[in-house]
């Protein structure tokens, strides 16, 4: 039917839904605002441009980053009342996530020869190679090695030790491509707080003319000026009383 997601779709909304709200990676008691009335609703859509295989993956990673890549607004609580502050009065906050769970899938293939009970794994099947494979097996580990889910839909049976060795493979690819994932999310991290910079900030330090306001030579300071304007005052005040001391002595020596 137009518009209604295929069986396939279905399959990599479930699993990426069982991924990251299965395994409480994501703090959801971080969303309430006002316990019992309001609540962040968080949702994420993916849409797949092209499928070459493991889509699965791609989407999981997909939907894990723009988790970490998104910001909401910063609510202040007053009473029982909530405001929420634009980007532009408030640095936005990033959601509160726990771990960073990532899948890893492998494609299984069963040996030719029937008295080789071998299995043959590949890492990151493509879409031929999935359309070959006898099994599937994918697991999700977080950014400390710590196993977060497997998945395995049917397909042919495997032991516990190819698991282990998988499970290796996993931890080791985990924490190759979280660090892609940091090093992009720093740099567009950098580039947010560039465009926050104040006006006074979109110049360097060498780029701004400064000013010298002290005074030139030979010129007195309006400190040094007020105290001169002081002393003269007095010396003038003291001529006077001199004068006026000198003109009654006279009076006094005619009488």
Do not use: R, S, Y
């Given at each position: 039917e137009p518009g209604r997601p295929s069986a396939?779709?279905?399959?990599?909304a479930n699993f990426i839904e069982r991924l990251l709200r299965g395994s409480r990676a994501i703090d959801t008691e971080a969303l309430c605002i006002i316990g019992g009335q309001q609540v962040w609703s968080i949702r994420v859509d993916v849409r797949a441009l092209?499928?070459?295989g493991n889509l699965s993956d791609a989407c999981s990673i997909a939907a894990l980053c723009s988790l970490m890549h998104f910001r909401k607004a910063d609510v202040e609580i007053s009473g029982g009342s909530a405001k929420a502050y634009s980007p532009e009065d408030r640095v936005p906050v990033p959601l509160s996530i726990h771990f960073l769970p990532v899948p890893v899938t492998f494609a299984l293939f069963a040996s030719g020869d029937k008295e080789d009970n071998q299995t043959t794994v590949i890492i990151d099947p493509s879409r031929l190679e999935e359309a070959a494979m006898g099994g599937i097996l994918?697991?999700?580990?977080?950014?400390?090695g710590e196993l977060c889910g497997m998945h395995k839909p049917g397909g042919m049976p495997i032991d516990f030790e190819l698991i282990e060795q998988c499970t290796e493979v996993a931890t080791a690819k985990t924490k190759e491509i979280l660090a892609r994932i940091q090093s992009e999310l720093e740099a567009d991290l950098a580039k947010r707080k560039e465009a926050r910079r104040?006006?006074?900030?979109?110049y360097d330090p060498a780029q701004l003319l400064t000013v010298d306001l002290a005074a030139p030579a030979g010129v007195i300071p309006a400190t040094s000026t007020s105290l001169a304007t002081e002393q003269l005052g007095s010396t003038q005040i003291d001529a006077q009383l001199a004068a006026i001391n000198a003109?009654?002595?006279?009076l006094e020596q005619q009488l």
């Open positions: 396939h779709a279905t399959a990599v092209n499928d070459d994918c697991i999700a580990v977080n950014q400390h104040n006006v006074h900030e979109l003109e009654a002595a006279e």
